[in-house]
């Protein structure tokens, strides 16, 4: 399954940009005889993978990259695949890597290894995501040892396997924007291309360019809205992690709110709140921002800026669309108005949207419930029954309420129901996809304290209510 030199794809990122990459070798772990896999045995080629890291025979060789990039503002400009080996064969046309592989030209000092908390949660939380229709890296299997780290708490250690179409990110442009390398910017802008639209490379000329930074803040408008309506929290969005191609990169730490809250933020180092969860949307300008300036040298500051502008409106345009079908509202209402009667309901649909957000965050009910009780309320004979409604949403309250935030609460559902009675018909509500963030809270801790013990049955367990809801 490992490339050898006659297997490895000849349009991979390794072989169509080789100044971003060198060769390195897989370092396997030491405790061969005490590894297991983490694997739903979907795919033979996996599980042939996963014998491979075993025995390492023959030798596995992949590929690592340099790049540059903003940590907490701050640039930075040697970083690097630390603990990432890119496996430059494809796997259904997407480029395979290792995390945890070892240690790498730029490890600098580190031991190049994930732990299996770490790993267990990135696989955890790509596969949830994915499952949400949100765009991610694919995690594919993991391969752990009773090896144990001494620089990372003695935890055990891991190998986790994942699939994108690229991993390219925004860090690689500002490593070749810091060695003025403009020429090899545009043959990362061309490959980007060449993969995102294969049959239109032909037809792309001299506004290819603004095409690809387009595309990359369209891709991101939709990506950083996906996560603010599912309530997922990254945890480090600096612009080494963020993807050319709109992938949700390393969420080992990530996880989703339990109760809505603009603050929330666990990241240890992390005192300001910088990439805090309502900040993820001017954290991604930000690094959009930074990567219109690595294109200085081939496209021109006013098209940088008309693109960047669009950030903001797709943003505000995906995120309502986005948390409207978690509350069952149907765009075809809107698209059978009027423009100026579309315009005034999208108003109203953004206010809507906005009080709701403050009323959960007030009523500091879990955001997962709020939706579950709204797009499956109780019902009697006559169907909705409001009282009945606010009497069940008022009982999962964790805060001490008083008349006001009951009349709000109220005011509210009255304006909701209101708006789901224009539809024809109320869109079909995604249950399955509450049903995922609730399994996720149920089992995501017990998994990974469990796993240390070497249980995976409560990993098992979500991962089969994940199969269950796709």
Not at 20 to 35: A, F, I, K, M, S
Not at 174 to 193: P, R, T
């Amino acid at each position: 399954m490992a490339p050898t030199k006659s297997t490895i794809a000849p349009d991979s990122a390794p072989m169509k940009l080789p100044f971003l990459y060198q060769e390195n070798r897989y370092t396997p772990v030491q405790n061969e005889n005490n590894c297991q896999s983490i694997n739903n045995g979907s795919d033979p080629r996996i599980n042939d993978l996963i014998k491979q890291l075993a025995s390492n025979t023959p030798a596995i060789t992949g590929y690592v990259s340099q790049y540059s990039g903003h940590q907490f503002g701050t640039f930075n400009p040697a970083l690097g695949d630390g603990r990432a080996l890119t496996l430059a064969q494809s796997f259904d046309g997407n480029e395979l890597q290792l995390k945890g592989s070892g240690p790498t030209p730029f490890s600098y000092g580190n031991d190049g290894r994930l732990s299996l908390k770490n790993a267990l949660s990135e696989y955890i939380n790509c596969t949830i995501l994915s499952a949400l229709k949100v765009p991610t890296v694919a995690a594919l299997g993991l391969y752990r040892s009773s090896d144990r780290l001494q620089h990372q708490g003695m935890q055990k250690a891991a190998v986790l396997i994942r699939s994108a179409p690229s991993f390219l990110r925004i860090g690689h442009l500002e490593h070749l924007f810091l060695g003025n390398n403009h020429e090899a910017i545009q043959l990362v802008i061309d490959y980007c291309l060449a993969k995102q639209f294969p049959t239109q490379t032909s037809r792309l000329t001299e506004n290819k360019n603004q095409l690809f930074l387009a595309d990359v803040i369209e891709r991101s408008a939709l990506l950083v809205a996906s996560w603010q309506a599912n309530g997922f929290y990254h945890d480090t969005l600096n612009s080494d992690n963020f993807s050319l191609f709109g992938l949700t990169l390393d969420c080992n730490n990530s996880r989703f709110l339990s109760h809505y809250d603009p603050l929330f933020c666990t990241n240890p180092i992390d005192d300001k709140g910088r990439y805090a969860f309502a900040q993820q949307p001017r954290v991604t300008l930000f690094n959009l921002q930074v990567l219109a300036q690595t294109l200085s040298g081939v496209l021109d500051n006013k098209t940088r800026q008309q693109c960047l502008a669009q950030f903001t409106p797709r943003y505000h345009f995906h995120f309502a669309r986005k948390l409207g079908q978690k509350l069952s509202l149907s765009d075809s209402l809107v698209n059978r108005q009027s423009k100026q009667q579309q315009l005034l309901q999208r108003r109203q649909d953004s206010q809507l949207l906005s009080d709701f957000l403050q009323l959960t965050y007030q009523l500091g009910i879990e955001y997962w419930r709020m939706f579950t009780l709204l797009t499956n309320p109780p019902s009697g004979p006559d169907g909705l029954n409001s009282a009945d409604l606010t009497a069940s949403i008022l009982q999962y309250s964790k805060k001490h309420l008083n008349k006001a935030d009951i009349s709000q609460l109220t005011h509210w559902l009255a304006c909701y129901q209101q708006r789901l009675a224009l539809q024809s018909a109320a869109k079909a509500p995604q249950q399955g996809d509450n049903q995922l963030i609730e399994n996720w809270h149920e089992y995501y801790q017990l998994a990974l304290s469990a796993a240390q013990r070497d249980d995976f049955s409560p990993l098992k367990a979500l991962l089969g209510q994940i199969d269950s809801h796709q």
